[in-house]
């Protein structure tokens, strides 16, 4: 059967379209359906389709769309509606507690003040009694950048009922200072208690905005990552109740990223009753698979290692036992779906390894991949084990450009030449994905893109694990097939081939041949996402 379809013919200066044949890179891509269609010379699909639509792009780039293989996209609409509180809004601490002190004072008293972002390392140290100074009246929270402790003053303790006497909460610690009282900080799972509704053990969650917020929000976050030249993203961390607001957004043809998403294991039971698992949905929405959590944070440095910090000593914080770990793995596996289990430290990817091994040998299911999330920091044994597994690595790939030498200094650099470790994941056959795990991490995958290439931070340019440099086409290779791998969509997405997704990105440079540290600053003309353009430069 013809196909009577009338195609766009997109026609760039260069064509990065990631064909596994080895031949020569087209001149131009012919759109149809939302798929590519067709690709080759001018000549020749001007002479197959006559008559059809060009649009030149002149000068540009084109490469395919990239994809964030763990991101908080939900998360980012909620706090997209509150402070922004990064390095890069404020200044110093006295700029933060300043930005702090007139949301308060255009907020009715008792209401909550929230923030995100805040760094400090970049920003500067901060307890309870600052914020009580500044918001007396107001229950306020100050959610640190790596997103597994944050700061809360008195006011939010009492709201919180979280007073002197409070046991930890396992998997998590209330902070407390020299004098042994609480400084208001929350530590792992006594913050995602509170601040993560996916991950909620009890009664003390903040509400959530109102769906017609969080609605502004997810648009608001998807127009920066378009921005950016993001097509696909997994959202790394979902309850039901945001399925229900991505599939509201859908209905209303308000969503226009391509979204995966890893459900918490802690509403497994509920898809699991409807026969819902991995790989249900569509292109534009569908579930990758499960998400559980073993230890804490790279840049909250409690993660979970074999030896201790360089810094401060200290071998990190295991948030789930490892008999529970265990029977969320064992219960993901044994159904057919996709685990990703967050584990940052050596210590704690091993016993990912092992839940993974057991399971695999109680029930064997070739095919069926499951991911580690963020695997941080490997050795030569890890990366066996995941090779023999068939283990996927969701490594961070903004962080060395993101922290620079602060890395050296928490962990050492003869373990951060084994952090992040895309060029062994590479040289050993490990699937690795592309990932920022925004709001923990710059979102700009072109920043990702140049952080994995030079390894070295944006702000000090310090070297951090230079031998785990990879090259510009590798790291986007990582940004487009290997995430792609990830969610279990490699077979049609990630190249500009006849058959993929016609989702690609307009860029003023070539990523592949400039100085790689000139990468993070090109422009992205256009965003393309099933052929239809979701974002544009002015005069574009």
Wanted: net charge negative.
């Amino acid at each position: 059967m013809i196909d009577e379809t009338a195609p766009v013919l997109h026609r760039a200066a260069h064509i990065v379209s990631q064909r596994a044949d080895g031949r020569p890179e087209p001149e131009m891509i012919a759109v149809a359906d939302g798929r590519v269609r067709a690709t080759g010379s001018v000549a020749a699909l001007r002479d197959r389709f006559p008559g059809a639509e060009e649009v030149d792009f002149g000068d540009a780039t084109l490469v395919p769309g990239l994809n964030d293989a763990h991101i908080h996209l939900v998360m980012t609409a909620e706090d997209l509606l509150h402070l922004d509180l990064s390095a890069a809004a404020v200044d110093g601490v006295d700029g933060l507690l300043a930005t702090v002190a007139a949301e308060a004072a255009r907020t009715p008293p008792g209401a909550w003040v929230r923030g995100s972002r805040y760094d400090d390392v970049k920003t500067g140290p901060l307890t309870r009694t600052e914020l009580d100074r500044v918001a007396p009246d107001h229950p306020a929270l100050v959610v640190h950048v790596a997103g597994h402790w944050g700061v809360v003053n008195s006011a939010a303790l009492r709201e919180l009922r979280i007073d002197e006497s409070a046991p930890d909460p396992d998997g998590g610690a209330y902070g407390r200072g020299a004098d042994g009282r609480l400084d208001g900080r929350l530590v792992e799972r006594a913050l995602m208690n509170v601040v993560y509704p996916a991950t909620a053990r009890g009664d003390t969650a903040l509400a959530p905005s109102s769906v017609q917020d969080k609605l502004r929000g997810l648009g608001r976050a998807q127009e920066l990552w378009h921005a950016a030249g993001l097509t696909s993203v997994c959202d790394a961390l979902i309850a039901p109740d945001d399925i229900a607001l991505l599939q509201r957004a859908r209905s209303a043809g308000e969503l226009t990223l391509r979204v995966g998403m890893l459900l918490s294991v802690d509403h497994y039971a509920k898809a699991r009753a409807l026969g819902v698992g991995s790989g249900f949905g569509d292109d534009l929405l569908r579930l990758v698979g499960v998400k559980a959590f073993l230890d804490g944070a790279v840049g909250g440095r409690t993660c979970l290692l074999s030896e201790p910090f360089a810094d401060h000593g200290g071998h990190g914080l295991q948030t789930t036992s490892t008999e529970e770990l265990f029977t969320h793995v064992r219960a993901v596996h044994r159904d057919g779906n996709r685990i990703g289990v967050h584990a940052n430290g050596d210590a704690a990817i091993r016993l990912v390894l092992d839940a993974f091994e057991e399971a695999a040998r109680e029930l064997p299911r070739p095919g069926l991949r499951h991911r580690i999330e963020h695997c941080s920091l490997v050795d030569e044994e890890i990366l066996a084990r995941m090779g023999q597994l068939g283990a996927i690595a969701v490594p961070f790939a903004g962080y060395p450009g993101y922290h620079g030498g602060a890395l050296n200094t928490w962990y050492g650099e003869d373990r951060t030449e084994r952090m992040f470790a895309h060029r062994s994941f590479l040289d050993a056959g490990v699937a690795v994905a592309g990932s920022s795990d925004y709001p923990c991490g710059p979102y700009q995958p072109l920043l990702g893109l140049q952080s994995m290439v030079t390894r070295e931070g944006m702000d000090d340019g310090v070297a951090v694990g230079p031998g785990q440099r990879v090259t510009a086409a590798e790291a986007l290779r990582i940004f487009t097939l290997g995430s792609a791998e990830a969610e279990g969509t490699e077979q049609y997405k990630g190249r500009l081939t006849a058959g993929q997704l016609a989702d690609f990105v307009v860029l003023d440079e070539n990523p592949l041949v400039i100085d790689p540290h000139g990468i993070a600053g090109i422009a992205v003309r256009a965003t393309y996402v099933g052929g239809e353009r979701v974002h544009a430069m002015k005069g574009e």
